[in-house]
Every structure is written in structure tokens, then in C-alpha cells.
């Protein structure tokens, strides 16, 4: 099945969230041949922005068309694949990683859609996503299945050589095909294994959905595994409810080209006047935003944002 376009322009009726300091893990390419060593990035002082793409409809370079009129610094510095499945297999009741035509076209084409954006500095990670089975990352019923899960997430960023895996527990559809319904370990199962099998690569949490409220189980809280989190209402300010610094979250999020210019400002004005050190946008398409992406690299940076198809 097709990743479900994320059609969530939130408003602030809705309950109005992570982002660590950038891991610095080593990137291998398919077949354990190293990249290309990234070539220093511009300095840049400011949060570290975040750009999630539908890649069913744009690519993923779009992230490294972006950079700051003001010193050359990349405007992004994680651009997420949107988005990998979590799906259930009804014949051998497990669940397993599935990348649909259009995520399956960009990881097997790493080197011309994944290494440019690594090359310039710009970390890539695999977003992971419910996608109406039954199948979720908070309904595993033994550390056995979830460790299993988080196996086949890091071998996929170990074989196409990405810099992580990104947590969204949305569309899973938790009892359907008579799976569990959500329970207090499976998360922090699936968590703890798999920080063990990547302790140096990005784990971020898109703070939603049964997952996202349970982080600890046994006297074990996993919040401090993850590099970021950040709130996933666009257009709103939420902090995400986990135990991490101002740094590492991103209360204000926006739909590029669908929240106005002026929230987009106004929220990433918050985002430095309260000290947070993340900055979420969605749906970065392949026009020229520089626009919508000016009215947040103004306020984060002091800078417009240059785009350069």
C-alpha cells in the first residue's frame, strides 16, 4: 500500500514538538563502500532546521537547493524520507519494513538522491510510518519481535547509508488483522535495541500517536535515546512532552507553503526568543519557496534564504 499523503494542516483548536544536537555517525553506502566525506558546510549559528519530503511527489534534493544569502550555510541540516511502512503480515503475524515504489526508488538511487544532500552536510533520514495493518511500534508483544523490527530499520540504514530513522506512529490502525492493541513495553523495546544497533546515528520521535506516550516501562525511560522530537500540528507551538533539552526539541511547526508567512515568522521568532534548537517544516515541493523559507531563515538566522534550482 501507498504512504497516505500526511494531509495534516493542524490547526491551533488541536492540541498545539525534538531535536537533538545532529548525530555524527559514519555513512556507508549499499554494499559497505564508504561516502564521500561531506564537504564542510558554511557556518551557520542558529537552530537546526528540519525538512520532511513526500517523496510519492518531490525529491529529495530539494533540500540542498536552499542556502542563506548571508554566508552560504545550507538552510537544512536533516532532510527526512517520507516515508517507510511499518506493515503486517497476516500469514506469519509479524510486522515488517516495507518502502513503497517511491521510497524504494530513492534509497536503491542513493547516489544521486541521497549522497549530494550528505555531501553538502545535510543528514538524510528514513521516517518509519503505520500504515493501516495493525502494524505499530507500541503494540510489539516481546522485546524478541521488537528487537527483530529494529533490526531490519538499522540494517536498511546500514545497507542505503542514512543517517537515521525517524519515529511516526500515525495510521496504524492498532486491533485490525486482530493485532494488539497498544501496550506500556513495546516502544521502549523497540527503542532500546534499536539505539544499541545505531549509537551513533539520529533517532528522532514525530511526537504522536500511542508511542509517543509511552516512553517508559520497567524503571527504563527512553527519552534520553532519542535525538529529537518535535511537535507534529502544523502551524502550532507545542513542546513535546519528553525529557530531552531545548535543544534537541522543535515546538513550531509549519507546512511550507501552506502556513502563512507570518505564522511561519512569528513561530521561528518563539523558537529563538525561548531558546529551542529546532525548527520543523513539512512538505518541501520542488517550486521555489525561497519566500515561505525566507520568512523562517530571517528570524533563525538573520539571513533570506537563496534558492538555486
Same mark, same amino acid.
Given at each position: 500500500?501507498?504512504?497516505?499523503? +500526511?494531509?495534516?494542516? +493542524? ?19 549499499? *554494499? ?16 537546526? #532546521?528540519?525538512?520532511? =519530503? ?38 506469519? /503475524? ?10 524504494? +526508488? ?11 544532500? $550528505?555531501? /553538502?552536510? =545535510? ?6 510510518? !503505520?500504515?493501516?495493518?495493525? @502494524? ?7 522485546? $524478541? ?12 540504514? @546500514? ?15 492498532? !486491533? /485490525? ?8 513495553? #513495546? ?14 546515528? =539520529? ?15 520497567? *524503571? ?35 507546512? =511550507? !507553503?501552506?502556513?502563512? $508567512? ?10 529563538? *526568543?525561548? *531558546? ?34
Amino acid at each position: 500500500m501507498s504512504n497516505p499523503v +500526511r494531509s495534516r494542516v +493542524r490547526t491551533a483548536a488541536l492540541a498545539l514538538a525534538a531535536v537533538a544536537a545532529l548525530a555524527l555517525g559514519t555513512t556507508t553506502t549499499t *554494499g559497505a563502500t564508504a561516502a564521500p566525506a561531506p564537504s564542510p558546510a558554511a557556518a551557520k549559528q542558529g537552530p537546526t #532546521s528540519v525538512a520532511y =519530503i513526500e517523496v510519492n511527489n518531490n525529491s529529495m534534493l530539494n533540500a540542498g537547493k536552499y542556502t542563506l544569502a548571508d554566508g552560504g550555510g545550507n538552510v537544512f541540516d536533516v532532510a527526512v524520507i517520507f516515508a517507510a511502512n511499518i506493515n503486517y503480515d497476516t500469514g506469519s /503475524k509479524k510486522a515488517y519494513l516495507h518502502f513503497n515504489e517511491n521510497v524504494q +526508488r530513492v534509497l536503491d538511487n542513493a547516489a544521486t538522491e541521497i549522497r549530494p544532500l $550528505q555531501r /553538502k552536510g =545535510i543528514k538524510v533520514v528514513l521516517s518509519v510510518l !503505520g500504515n493501516h495493518q495493525g @502494524a505499530g511500534f507500541a503494540n510489539f508483544t516481546s522485546q $524478541q519481535t521488537a528487537s527483530a523490527f529494529a533490526k531490519e530499520m538499522s540494517d536498511a540504514v @546500514a545497507e542505503y547509508g542514512l543517517d537515521g530513522i525517524d519515529f511516526d506512529d500515525e495510521y496504524a490502525e492498532y !486491533g /485490525k488483522n486482530g493485532t494488539a492493541q497498544p501496550n506500556d513495553s #513495546s516502544f521502549v523495546h523497540l527503542v532500546t535495541a534499536l539505539r544499541a544497533n545505531m549509537p551513533d546515528k =539520529i533517532i528522532s520521535l514525530y511526537n504522536i500517536g500511542p508511542a509517543a506516550s509511552r516512553l517508559s516501562y520497567g *524503571g527504563v525511560d527512553v527519552s534520553s535515546k532519542f535525538d529529537y522530537a518535535w511537535n507534529p500540528y502544523y502551524g502550532t507551538w507545542q513542546v513535546p512532552g519528553i525529557g530531552l533539552p531545548k535543544s534537541r526539541l522543535s515546538p513550531a511547526a509549519v507546512e =511550507i !507553503g501552506r502556513t502563512s $508567512q507570518s505564522t511561519v515568522a512569528s513561530l521561528a521568532r518563539r523558537t529563538v *526568543g525561548e *531558546g529551542y534548537g529546532v525548527y520543523l517544516t513539512y512538505n518541501l515541493d520542488g517550486s521555489d519557496r525561497s519566500a515561505d523559507v525566507s520568512a523562517f531563515t530571517r528570524e533563525l538566522y538573520g539571513s533570506d534564504a537563496v534558492y538555486t534550482p
